[in-house]
C-alpha cells in the first residue's frame, strides 16, 4: 500500500465501506436481532456485575435477569399489540376529526383574506401519514420483540461469554498496556452511556405516561412507550414523540389541553437532557445535532425501524471508539457537539499553559 497514490487507497476505501454497508443492508434480517441482543446485554451487564459483586453466582445472576427481562417483553409485547390493535380501530375517527378541524381553520383563514385550498394542505400536512406513523413504529419493533426466545437466547450467551471477552479484545490488539486502557475506557463508556440513557429514557416514559393518565387522554399507554423509545434519539426524538400525543389530546380536548402536553414533553425531556443525564455521565457524550439527524436517516435506511431506534446509541459507540483511536480522534471531533468542542479547546489550552509554566 505504500507505492500506492493517496486518490487510489481513499476509492479503496470508499469501496470497500459501499460492499460493506450493502452486505449489511441485505443482512437487515439477521443484523438487527443481533444488535438488539448486543444492546440489551450492554444494558444488563452492570446489573449482572453488581450481583455477582454482592457474591451471587454469575448463572444464577443471569438467570433471574433474564427472566425478568422475559417478563418484560412479554408485557411489553402484549400492551404494544392490545394498543396498537385499539388504536388502529379508532384511527379511522380520529382522521375524520382531524380533517373537520384543518377544514374549520382554512374557512377561518379565509374570512381573514388568507386563502389555501385543502388540496395543498393535504399535500403538506396529511393527517392519515401523520397517525399512522406511531402504528408502523410499534408495530415495527412488536414485530423484533415477537422473536424474543431467539433474542434473549443470544443474550444469555453474549452475557456468558462476556466475562471474557475484554481478555479476547486485549489478545487480539496490541498487548501494550496503553491499548487496555484505551480498550477498558471504551468498555466502561458505552456501558455507561447504555444504562443511563435506559434509566432516562424509562423516566420519561413514566412521566409523560402518568400525566396523560391524570388529564385522561385516550392511548396514554402508547404514548408513553413511544416517549420511552424515540428518547434515546436526542434533540429530535422527544419532537417527534410529541406530534401524535398532542394531536389526539388536542382532538379530545381542545387548544387548552394540547398547550400543557407540548409543556410537558418540552419541560420532562429539557430536565432529564438537559439537567439530570449530563450530570450522571459526569461528562458531556454530545452529537451534534447536524450528526443527529443525518445518523437517523442512514441507520434507518440501513436497518429499518429499529435502526432509527438505536441510531444515536451505535453513532455514539462508533464516536467514542474512534475517540480512543489516534487515527479517528479527527473523525470523532467533527461528530461532536459544540460545547464538547469548546470544552476540548479549553482543555487544550489549559495543558499548553501548563507547559509553558
Not at 487507497?9 to 469501496?15: K, P, T, V
Not at 440489551?40 to 444464577?60: M, Q, T, Y
Not at 490488539?173 to 432516562?200: C, E, G, P, Q
Amino acid at each position: 500500500m505504500k507505492n500506492v497514490s493517496p486518490f487510489a487507497r481513499c476509492a479503496l476505501y470508499f469501496s470497500a465501506i459501499v460492499i460493506c454497508l450493502a452486505g449489511i443492508k441485505i443482512a437487515a434480517p439477521i443484523v438487527v436481532p443481533f444488535l438488539l441482543s448486543l444492546f440489551v446485554a450492554i444494558i444488563c451487564n452492570p446489573a449482572i456485575n453488581f450481583a455477582v459483586a454482592k457474591r451471587v453466582p454469575r448463572a444464577l445472576a443471569i438467570t433471574l435477569v433474564m427472566l425478568i427481562i422475559f417478563s418484560s417483553f412479554v408485557i411489553l409485547g402484549g400492551i404494544i399489540g392490545a394498543a396498537v390493535n385499539d388504536f388502529r380501530q379508532a384511527l379511522p375517527t380520529y382522521e375524520a376529526q382531524l380533517a373537520d378541524e384543518i377544514d374549520w381553520l382554512i374557512s377561518w383563514m379565509g374570512l381573514h383574506n388568507i386563502v389555501i385550498s385543502m388540496g395543498e394542505v393535504r399535500g403538506y400536512f396529511d393527517p392519515a401519514k401523520v397517525m399512522t406513523l406511531v402504528t408502523t413504529t410499534l408495530t415495527g419493533f412488536s414485530s423484533v420483540l415477537g422473536n424474543a426466545f431467539l433474542l434473549l437466547l443470544t443474550v444469555v450467551f453474549m452475557l456468558t461469554e462476556g466475562q471474557g471477552f475484554t481478555k479476547k479484545l486485549h489478545a487480539a490488539f496490541d498487548d501494550s498496556v496503553a491499548t487496555k486502557k484505551s480498550l477498558d475506557h471504551f468498555l466502561h463508556m458505552v456501558n455507561r452511556y447504555m444504562a443511563i440513557k435506559t434509566v432516562m429514557s424509562l423516566a420519561t416514559g413514566l412521566i409523560i405516561g402518568l400525566v396523560l393518565w391524570l388529564l385522561g387522554v385516550d392511548f396514554f399507554v402508547l404514548w408513553a412507550l413511544l416517549a420511552f423509545l424515540l428518547n434515546y434519539i436526542p434533540n429530535i426524538g422527544s419532537i417527534i414523540a410529541a406530534v401524535p400525543a398532542v394531536i389526539l389530546t388536542f382532538l379530545q380536548f381542545g387548544m387548552g389541553h394540547a398547550a400543557i402536553v407540548i409543556g410537558l414533553f418540552g419541560g420532562v425531556n429539557m430536565v432529564m437532557g438537559s439537567v439530570i443525564e449530563p450530570k450522571l455521565m459526569g461528562r458531556s457524550l454530545g452529537l451534534s445535532t447536524l450528526v443527529v439527524f443525518l445518523s437517523l436517516i442512514f441507520w434507518g435506511w440501513l436497518l429499518g425501524v429499529v435502526g432509527m431506534l438505536l441510531s444515536v446509541p451505535l453513532t455514539m459507540i462508533f464516536k467514542i471508539a474512534l475517540q480512543n483511536s489516534k487515527e479517528g480522534r479527527w473523525f470523532a471531533i467533527l461528530l461532536s457537539s459544540d460545547e464538547e468542542v469548546t470544552e476540548m479547546e479549553t482543555s487544550q489550552r489549559a495543558i499548553e499553559e501548563e507547559n509553558e509554566k
